[in-house]
């Protein structure tokens, strides 16, 4: 497992992607932590449509978090509205540093019942490691 965890940040000039500046143990653990939810089966004849993201939060130098959201769009997409004020979380929207979908990927795409479900066993996952999270 790799001891840093990528920052995916969509703009206007493409996608960028650096490291996030989170040490090793956090990355190990929320990583562990996200791998161990599992996404309820898909329905048949249903084509799955849903996206769970997850936004690395900076409050200040020290001080990170994480947003856990559902969307109908791509997460880059659905970033960059929360960037520009459509539909925003306000913690999004000031503090939201870029996507980790090193601890979304595996979910996705998903149909909507799964998808619920899946943000909120993500969020309480990830709020088990002692992180920070706000949820969508």
Same mark, same amino acid.
């Given at each position: !497992?790799?001891?840093?965890?990528?920052?995916?940040?969509?703009?206007?000039?493409?996608?960028?992607?650096?490291r996030a500046p989170l040490?090793?143990?956090? #990355?190990?653990?929320?990583?562990?932590?996200?791998?161990?939810?599992?996404?309820?089966?898909?329905?048949?004849?249903?084509?799955?449509?849903?996206?769970?993201?997850?936004?690395? %939060?900076?409050?200040?130098?020290?001080?990170?978090? %994480?947003?856990?959201? !559902? #969307?109908?769009?791509?997460?880059?997409?659905?970033?960059? &509205?929360?960037?520009?004020? &459509?539909?925003?979380?306000?913690?999004?929207?000031?503090?939201?540093?870029?996507?980790?979908?090193?601890?979304?990927?595996?979910? &996705?795409?998903?149909?909507?019942?799964?998808?619920?479900?899946?943000?909120?066993? %993500?969020?309480?996952? %990830?709020?088990? #490691?002692?992180?920070?999270?706000?949820?969508?």
């Amino acid at each position: !497992m790799p001891d840093w965890i990528g920052l995916r940040v969509p703009g206007e000039g493409g996608v960028r992607s650096l490291r996030a500046p989170l040490d090793a143990v956090s #990355t190990r653990v929320l990583v562990r932590a996200a791998r161990s939810v599992r996404p309820l089966p898909p329905r048949p004849f249903i084509e799955p449509r849903f996206s769970i993201y997850v936004v690395l %939060l900076a409050f200040e130098e020290d001080d990170h978090g %994480l947003y856990v959201g !559902m #969307t109908g769009l791509s997460p880059d997409e659905r970033f960059l &509205n929360h960037k520009a004020g &459509n539909k925003a979380s306000k913690d999004v929207r000031r503090f939201g540093l870029g996507l980790l979908p090193a601890l979304y990927r595996h979910l &996705n795409p998903l149909d909507w019942e799964p998808a619920q479900t899946a943000e909120v066993e %993500l969020a309480v996952a %990830l709020r088990a #490691t002692g992180v920070r999270v706000v949820q969508g």
